[in-house]
């Protein structure tokens, strides 16, 4: 079972059993905004941001984490839940698209903690700007990407973690700029057999971009299926990103470990 060492009620929460409750309708996604405020009652938290463009206008998908931090019982309201965008204009949560694990109405008992999915219509051009629960009042800014929690590394890096070494051997884009080509290197430093699933190179390797977009992978390769101690395997993984999205962190996730965070934007200081 993965779990990770980033202190919150929430990082815990979300990387133990998050991909069960995705937001997005046609793939699983990890968190990649990671963005919390709290007033002392109620925490909410954006754990990804994801956008489904269409002729008249964009569907955005918001995966939020909610905490009751009351000694009492409060609840939820997908209705009190606004979106604010950049041309001024406001969208309240909808159903016209379809997601998985839809945020519903319902009661949170103390300490308690939900986790769903809320969808917004925006108009054709519009971004998403700000993130409002009329209810509580919160608000959270959707037009950046803040850092994960946690110590981020640089591309080149090897990191060790756990029975694994991992670095990153190097970062491309394709001429369209539509594809971006990671290429890492993972050892096996520990005692055992590391055995290999393409599932965790498929889901697990989550990159976000400087606006607070998270994309898993369209795309991987690793050699494998097993890796003997003191072994180590090369791979890649791809990302179709819009041509002007600028890749900003990479969660990584080697077998069994907790994730490593790398900052993709250290590679040029």
């Known amino acids: 079972m993965r779990t990770v060492l980033w202190t919150p009620w929430l990082l815990l929460l979300l990387f133990s059993g998050v991909h069960g409750a995705s937001c997005s309708p046609d793939r699983e996604v990890l968190p990649g905004v990671y963005d919390l405020t709290s007033n002392g009652q109620l925490a909410i938290s954006v754990m990804d941001m994801h956008m489904h463009d269409e002729e008249q ?64 219509k925006l108009e054709a051009g519009a971004r998403p700007f700000m993130l409002v629960d009329q209810g509580s009042g919160l608000k959270i800014r959707l037009d950046k990407a803040d850092k994960p929690p946690g110590i981020s590394y640089s591309p080149g890096v090897p990191v060790a973690v756990g029975d694994s070494i991992v670095g990153i051997e190097g970062i491309s884009r394709s001429e369209d700029g539509k594809m971006i080509r990671i290429d890492y290197l993972l050892k096996n430093s520990g005692p055992g057999v590391m055995l290999l699933e393409p599932r965790d190179y498929g889901k697990f390797g989550i990159l976000i971009d400087a606006s607070g977009w998270s994309y898993p992978a369209s795309d991987y390769k690793m050699l494998g299926p097993a890796v003997p101690p003191g072994g180590s395997l090369e791979g890649f993984l791809e990302y179709l990103v819009p041509d002007d999205s600028d890749p900003r962190y990479l969660l990584f996730w080697p077998p069994d470990e907790d994730a490593v965070l790398f900052d993709l934007d250290s590679r040029e200081k």
């Not at 931090?69 to 009190?80: C, K, R, Y």
């Not at 997601?99 to 969808?119: A, D, F, K, Q, T």
Request: charged fraction near 10%; proline fraction near 6%.
């Open 57 to 120: 206008g964009s569907w955005i998908t918001l995966g939020l984490v909610v905490e009751n931090e009351q000694n009492s019982t409060t609840s939820v309201d997908p209705a009190s839940f606004k979106v604010m965008d950049n041309l001024g204009g406001t969208a309240q949560a909808s159903i016209g698209y379809p997601i998985m694990n839809p945020l519903v109405h319902r009661e949170i008992g103390p300490g308690g903690v939900v986790v769903g999915s809320l969808e917004f």
